[in-house]
Protein backbone atom coordinates (compact mmCIF):
# COMPACT_ATOMS: atom_id res chain seq x y z
CA UNK A 1 0.00 0.00 0.00
CA UNK A 2 1.25 3.38 -0.82
CA UNK A 3 1.14 5.92 1.66
CA UNK A 4 1.43 9.79 1.46
CA UNK A 5 1.98 12.44 3.69
CA UNK A 6 -1.83 13.06 4.55
CA UNK A 7 -1.68 9.88 5.48
CA UNK A 8 0.47 11.18 8.38
CA UNK A 9 -1.33 14.45 9.18
CA UNK A 10 -4.82 15.88 10.63
CA UNK A 11 -5.86 18.98 8.78
CA UNK A 12 -8.53 21.17 10.63
CA UNK A 13 -11.77 21.32 8.48
CA UNK A 14 -10.93 25.70 8.41
CA UNK A 15 -7.83 25.50 7.19
CA UNK A 16 -8.52 22.81 4.65
CA UNK A 17 -11.32 24.57 3.30
CA UNK A 18 -9.45 28.03 3.55
CA UNK A 19 -6.29 26.43 1.59
CA UNK A 20 -8.27 24.95 -0.82
CA UNK A 21 -10.16 27.97 -1.49
CA UNK A 22 -6.97 29.79 -1.57
CA UNK A 23 -7.48 32.26 1.09
CA UNK A 24 -5.09 33.49 3.59
CA UNK A 25 -3.38 31.62 5.97
CA UNK A 26 -0.29 31.54 8.97
CA UNK A 27 1.09 29.34 10.46
CA UNK A 28 2.46 29.44 13.75
CA UNK A 29 4.95 27.50 16.08
CA UNK A 30 4.77 25.48 18.68
CA UNK A 31 7.78 25.43 20.46
CA UNK A 32 7.68 28.87 21.93
CA UNK A 33 4.26 27.42 23.42
CA UNK A 34 6.18 24.38 24.83
CA UNK A 35 9.41 25.64 25.88
CA UNK A 36 9.20 29.36 25.72
CA UNK A 37 7.40 30.21 28.52
CA UNK A 38 5.19 29.31 31.40
CA UNK A 39 1.67 27.96 32.00
CA UNK A 40 -0.59 29.53 31.46
CA UNK A 41 1.12 32.74 30.11
CA UNK A 42 1.86 30.20 26.84
CA UNK A 43 -2.06 29.69 26.67
CA UNK A 44 -3.19 33.42 26.40
CA UNK A 45 -0.56 34.03 23.83
CA UNK A 46 -1.50 30.97 21.69
CA UNK A 47 -4.96 31.75 22.06
CA UNK A 48 -4.07 35.95 21.80
CA UNK A 49 -1.89 35.64 18.72
CA UNK A 50 -4.36 33.26 16.52
CA UNK A 51 -6.73 36.22 17.38
CA UNK A 52 -4.26 38.95 16.00
CA UNK A 53 -4.15 36.82 12.50
CA UNK A 54 -8.60 36.66 12.45
CA UNK A 55 -8.36 40.09 13.28
CA UNK A 56 -6.55 41.09 9.53
CA UNK A 57 -8.53 38.67 7.70
CA UNK A 58 -6.55 34.96 7.75
CA UNK A 59 -6.52 32.06 9.63
CA UNK A 60 -4.08 30.87 12.03
CA UNK A 61 -2.71 27.23 11.37
CA UNK A 62 -0.63 26.46 14.80
CA UNK A 63 1.22 23.23 13.90
CA UNK A 64 2.47 20.26 16.50
CA UNK A 65 2.44 16.95 16.69
CA UNK A 66 0.41 14.94 19.06
CA UNK A 67 0.79 11.36 19.59
CA UNK A 68 2.34 10.56 16.38
CA UNK A 69 0.52 12.72 14.19
CA UNK A 70 1.26 15.91 12.04
CA UNK A 71 -1.28 18.94 13.10
CA UNK A 72 -2.41 21.91 10.84
CA UNK A 73 -4.50 23.78 13.60
CA UNK A 74 -5.06 22.06 17.53
CA UNK A 75 -7.93 21.63 18.94
CA UNK A 76 -9.09 23.46 22.74
CA UNK A 77 -7.84 20.33 24.23
CA UNK A 78 -4.82 19.51 21.97
CA UNK A 79 -3.83 23.34 22.50
CA UNK A 80 -4.14 23.12 26.67
CA UNK A 81 -2.43 19.89 26.67
CA UNK A 82 0.88 21.13 24.88
CA UNK A 83 0.93 24.47 27.14
CA UNK A 84 1.05 22.42 29.86
CA UNK A 85 3.89 20.18 29.13
CA UNK A 86 2.58 17.35 31.97
CA UNK A 87 5.64 15.64 32.81
CA UNK A 88 7.56 17.43 30.31
CA UNK A 89 6.53 15.00 27.82
CA UNK A 90 6.30 17.46 24.97
CA UNK A 91 9.53 17.19 22.98
CA UNK A 92 11.28 19.67 20.35
CA UNK A 93 11.20 18.70 17.10
CA UNK A 94 13.31 19.42 14.43
CA UNK A 95 13.81 17.74 10.73
CA UNK A 96 15.81 14.84 11.72
CA UNK A 97 13.27 14.48 14.91
CA UNK A 98 10.25 14.65 13.06
CA UNK A 99 10.09 10.51 11.52
CA UNK A 100 11.23 9.59 14.96
CA UNK A 101 8.09 11.20 16.52
CA UNK A 102 5.83 9.81 13.90
CA UNK A 103 7.10 6.28 14.29
CA UNK A 104 6.75 6.08 17.53
CA UNK A 105 3.82 7.85 18.65
CA UNK A 106 5.55 10.57 20.35
CA UNK A 107 3.90 14.44 20.76
CA UNK A 108 6.55 17.02 20.35
CA UNK A 109 6.27 20.79 19.73
CA UNK A 110 8.06 22.26 15.89
CA UNK A 111 11.11 24.55 15.49
CA UNK A 112 10.99 26.69 12.66
CA UNK A 113 12.10 24.40 10.26
CA UNK A 114 9.44 21.27 11.01
CA UNK A 115 6.86 24.29 11.50
CA UNK A 116 8.20 25.36 7.43
CA UNK A 117 7.48 21.32 6.64
CA UNK A 118 4.00 21.08 7.94
CA UNK A 119 2.76 24.20 6.76
CA UNK A 120 4.10 22.95 3.16
CA UNK A 121 2.25 19.63 3.69
CA UNK A 122 -0.71 21.59 4.41
CA UNK A 123 -0.25 23.57 1.55
CA UNK A 124 -0.08 26.45 4.03
CA UNK A 125 2.50 29.25 1.97
CA UNK A 126 3.21 32.38 5.31
CA UNK A 127 4.73 31.62 9.03
CA UNK A 128 5.10 33.60 11.60
CA UNK A 129 7.65 33.16 14.21
CA UNK A 130 9.84 35.32 16.44
CA UNK A 131 13.25 34.99 15.36
CA UNK A 132 15.18 32.51 13.49
CA UNK A 133 17.91 29.91 13.95
CA UNK A 134 21.11 30.31 12.25
CA UNK A 135 25.20 29.82 12.85
CA UNK A 136 26.06 29.52 16.30
CA UNK A 137 28.53 31.80 17.70
CA UNK A 138 32.14 29.00 17.31
CA UNK A 139 30.60 27.15 14.88
CA UNK A 140 33.65 27.20 12.87
CA UNK A 141 34.74 24.78 15.65
CA UNK A 142 31.32 23.51 16.85
CA UNK A 143 29.80 23.16 13.30
CA UNK A 144 26.47 24.35 15.24
CA UNK A 145 23.90 25.50 12.41
CA UNK A 146 20.47 25.41 12.88
CA UNK A 147 18.59 23.37 10.35
CA UNK A 148 16.24 26.45 9.94
CA UNK A 149 18.53 27.77 7.37
CA UNK A 150 18.55 24.52 5.26
CA UNK A 151 15.05 24.55 5.46
CA UNK A 152 14.50 27.69 4.02
CA UNK A 153 16.36 27.08 0.96
CA UNK A 154 14.53 24.39 0.32
CA UNK A 155 11.02 24.65 1.28
CA UNK A 156 8.43 27.10 -0.45
CA UNK A 157 7.27 29.27 2.83
CA UNK A 158 7.52 32.83 3.19
CA UNK A 159 8.61 33.37 7.17
CA UNK A 160 8.18 36.58 8.90
CA UNK A 161 10.62 37.19 12.14
CA UNK A 162 12.39 39.61 13.95
CA UNK A 163 15.50 38.76 12.58
CA UNK A 164 18.06 36.06 14.04
CA UNK A 165 18.05 35.55 17.58
CA UNK A 166 20.83 37.79 19.82
CA UNK A 167 23.61 34.66 20.49
CA UNK A 168 23.64 34.07 17.23
CA UNK A 169 26.90 34.81 14.55
CA UNK A 170 24.34 37.29 12.51
CA UNK A 171 26.42 38.44 9.77
CA UNK A 172 27.57 34.40 9.49
CA UNK A 173 23.64 33.61 9.10
CA UNK A 174 23.38 36.29 6.72
CA UNK A 175 26.13 34.78 4.23
CA UNK A 176 24.61 31.33 4.59
CA UNK A 177 21.21 32.16 3.77
CA UNK A 178 23.06 34.33 0.43
CA UNK A 179 25.06 31.13 -0.16
CA UNK A 180 22.05 29.29 -0.11
CA UNK A 181 19.78 31.76 -2.47
CA UNK A 182 17.53 32.80 0.18
CA UNK A 183 15.96 36.41 -0.40
CA UNK A 184 16.44 38.09 3.17
CA UNK A 185 13.91 41.14 2.87
CA UNK A 186 13.36 44.04 5.40
CA UNK A 187 9.54 44.79 5.72
CA UNK A 188 10.18 48.22 6.30
CA UNK A 189 13.46 48.81 7.10
CA UNK A 190 16.75 48.44 5.13
CA UNK A 191 18.36 46.73 8.86
CA UNK A 192 18.18 43.25 9.23
CA UNK A 193 16.65 43.06 12.96
CA UNK A 194 18.27 40.77 15.68
CA UNK A 195 15.18 39.96 17.83
CA UNK A 196 15.02 42.08 20.54
CA UNK A 197 16.40 45.10 18.76
CA UNK A 198 15.31 46.98 15.55
CA UNK A 199 19.06 46.53 14.34
CA UNK A 200 21.95 44.51 13.46
CA UNK A 201 24.46 46.02 12.23
CA UNK A 202 23.93 44.24 8.66
CA UNK A 203 21.50 45.28 5.97
CA UNK A 204 18.93 43.02 3.69
CA UNK A 205 18.82 41.92 0.21
CA UNK A 206 15.69 44.27 -0.58
CA UNK A 207 13.36 46.76 1.69
CA UNK A 208 9.74 46.67 1.30
CA UNK A 209 7.52 49.36 1.85
CA UNK A 210 4.27 47.55 1.84
CA UNK A 211 2.90 43.61 2.59
CA UNK A 212 2.09 43.84 -1.06
CA UNK A 213 5.35 43.94 -1.48
CA UNK A 214 6.39 41.15 -0.07
CA UNK A 215 3.36 39.16 -1.61
CA UNK A 216 4.38 39.97 -5.22
CA UNK A 217 7.70 39.10 -4.26
CA UNK A 218 6.47 35.68 -3.31
CA UNK A 219 4.45 35.26 -6.33
CA UNK A 220 7.32 35.65 -8.57
CA UNK A 221 10.08 33.86 -7.09
CA UNK A 222 7.41 30.57 -7.01
CA UNK A 223 5.93 31.06 -10.16
CA UNK A 224 9.39 31.09 -11.56
CA UNK A 225 9.88 27.29 -9.82
CA UNK A 226 12.52 28.87 -7.36
CA UNK A 227 11.53 27.26 -4.83
CA UNK A 228 12.97 27.63 -1.58
CA UNK A 229 11.55 30.40 1.38
CA UNK A 230 11.71 33.77 1.71
CA UNK A 231 12.82 35.46 5.00
CA UNK A 232 11.10 38.67 6.08
CA UNK A 233 12.72 40.43 8.57
CA UNK A 234 10.17 42.90 10.75
CA UNK A 235 11.46 44.95 13.67
CA UNK A 236 10.05 44.93 16.91
CA UNK A 237 8.12 48.04 17.63
CA UNK A 238 10.12 51.01 18.87
CA UNK A 239 8.17 51.07 21.91
CA UNK A 240 8.64 47.56 23.13
CA UNK A 241 12.43 47.40 21.09
CA UNK A 242 15.48 46.70 23.52
CA UNK A 243 19.34 48.70 23.56
CA UNK A 244 21.35 46.69 21.31
CA UNK A 245 24.29 47.90 23.46
CA UNK A 246 22.84 46.44 26.58
CA UNK A 247 21.51 43.45 25.24
CA UNK A 248 24.56 42.91 23.44
CA UNK A 249 26.24 42.66 27.01
CA UNK A 250 23.36 40.25 28.47
CA UNK A 251 24.06 37.86 25.35
CA UNK A 252 27.66 37.62 26.30
CA UNK A 253 27.11 36.57 30.28
CA UNK A 254 24.21 34.08 28.81
CA UNK A 255 26.59 32.40 27.07
CA UNK A 256 29.41 32.24 29.45
CA UNK A 257 26.93 30.79 31.85
CA UNK A 258 26.01 28.31 29.08
CA UNK A 259 29.48 27.62 28.62
CA UNK A 260 30.05 26.84 32.54
CA UNK A 261 26.91 24.44 32.54
CA UNK A 262 28.53 22.60 29.36
CA UNK A 263 24.98 23.18 27.69
CA UNK A 264 24.85 21.85 24.02
CA UNK A 265 23.00 21.44 21.18
CA UNK A 266 19.27 21.41 20.94
CA UNK A 267 19.25 22.38 24.24
CA UNK A 268 21.74 25.55 23.80
CA UNK A 269 18.91 27.86 22.78
CA UNK A 270 16.02 27.54 25.45
CA UNK A 271 18.65 27.41 28.14
CA UNK A 272 20.25 30.88 26.51
CA UNK A 273 16.79 32.25 26.20
CA UNK A 274 15.89 31.52 30.01
CA UNK A 275 18.87 33.13 30.96
CA UNK A 276 18.35 36.05 28.99
CA UNK A 277 14.82 36.25 30.74
CA UNK A 278 16.26 36.08 34.35
CA UNK A 279 19.20 38.25 33.48
CA UNK A 280 16.50 41.41 32.02
CA UNK A 281 14.75 40.92 34.78
CA UNK A 282 11.74 39.71 32.53
CA UNK A 283 12.15 42.17 30.13
CA UNK A 284 13.29 40.44 27.17
CA UNK A 285 10.03 37.79 27.63
CA UNK A 286 7.79 40.70 27.58
CA UNK A 287 9.67 41.77 24.07
CA UNK A 288 9.28 38.54 23.15
CA UNK A 289 5.70 38.38 23.17
CA UNK A 290 4.78 41.46 21.63
CA UNK A 291 7.54 40.93 18.06
CA UNK A 292 5.26 37.62 18.01
CA UNK A 293 1.88 39.28 18.01
CA UNK A 294 3.88 41.94 15.25
CA UNK A 295 4.94 39.25 13.29
CA UNK A 296 1.74 37.33 13.35
CA UNK A 297 -0.07 40.54 12.34
CA UNK A 298 2.39 41.54 9.47
CA UNK A 299 2.50 37.46 7.95
CA UNK A 300 -1.05 37.80 8.30
CA UNK A 301 -1.09 40.87 6.20
CA UNK A 302 1.00 40.02 3.22
CA UNK A 303 -0.89 36.31 3.48
CA UNK A 304 -3.71 38.58 2.51
CA UNK A 305 -2.52 40.48 -0.35
CA UNK A 306 -1.22 37.37 -1.69
CA UNK A 307 -4.49 36.08 -1.75
CA UNK A 308 -5.72 38.80 -3.81
CA UNK A 309 -2.92 38.32 -6.95
Request: proline residues 4%.
Amino acid sequence: MNYSVKDYMDITPEIAQAVAEGKPVVALESTILSHGMPYPQNLEFAREIETIIRAEGAVPATMAVINGRMKAGLTEDELQFLCENKNDCVGKLSRRDLPIALATGATGATTVTTTMMLAQYAGVKFFATGGIGGVHRGASTSFDISADLQELAHTPVAVVCAGAKMILDIGLTLEYLETMGVPVVGMGTENFPSFYCRESGFGVDYKADTPADVAKLAKVKWDLGMGGGILIGNPVPEQYAMDFGEMSAVVDKALAAADEAGVRGKKITPFLLAKIVELTGGDSLATNIQLAYNNARCAARIAVEYARL
